[in-house]
């Protein structure tokens, strides 16, 4: 485990970060990427490289099932390996979109050049990577990837400031 330094001002929170399989396939941008997360004081609670079925990547994105680009996107994501992270640091679920930019790379080229997604992205369903957006889909996602990873004992066993929220 990566840990930076760490000041407790407010409670940890952890999330799901995923580079796609569009970044996955090239060694630079994921030497890049990996770089950026430390840099962003994310602690890396856990890694994982991992190549999804197609069924998986239905599921994952059900949500979404009878949208435009869903066919697409479930072909991409189950098209090559990624890498998951559960990361961890204040607001960590805020921080790694903002680290990653709007969902539309045309978007992100625009408005916030600096984002992972202006930087590396392809096209609208190839754009890099995934974050959690909210605590319960974070825990969701967390239990999809690292269905081993025991959240709630990580929490109360591993890391002060969860408990203290100092
Ligand atoms: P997010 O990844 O920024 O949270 P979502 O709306 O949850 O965005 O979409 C999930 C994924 O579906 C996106 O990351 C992208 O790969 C793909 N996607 C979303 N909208 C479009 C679109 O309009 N065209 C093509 N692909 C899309």
Not at 140 to 154: G, K, S
Request: with cysteine.
């Amino acid at each position: 485990m990566v840990r930076p330094t760490l000041h407790c001002a407010k409670a940890l929170q952890l999330t799901l970060a995923v580079i796609k399989p569009d970044a996955v396939a090239h060694p630079l941008i994921m030497k890049a990427l990996h770089q950026r997360i430390l840099e962003s004081n994310f602690i890396i609670v856990r890694r994982k490289d991992l190549k999804w079925r197609r069924q998986d990547s239905e599921r994952f994105y059900a949500e979404h099932s009878g949208r435009f680009f869903y066919q697409r996107l479930v072909e991409f994501m189950s098209s090559g390996p990624m890498r998951a992270y559960i990361l961890a640091r204040e607001d960590a679920i805020a921080h790694w979109r903002e680290l990653m930019g709007p969902t539309k790379v045309y978007r992100a080229r625009y408005t916030s050049p600096d984002t992972i997604r202006a930087q590396y992205g392809l096209t609208d369903t190839r754009n890099t990577t995934h974050g959690s957006d909210s605590v319960e889909s974070a825990h969701r996602e967390i239990a999809f990837f690292f269905p081993e990873f025991q959240i709630e004992d990580w929490m109360k066993k591993e890391e002060p400031c969860f408990r203290t929220g100092q």
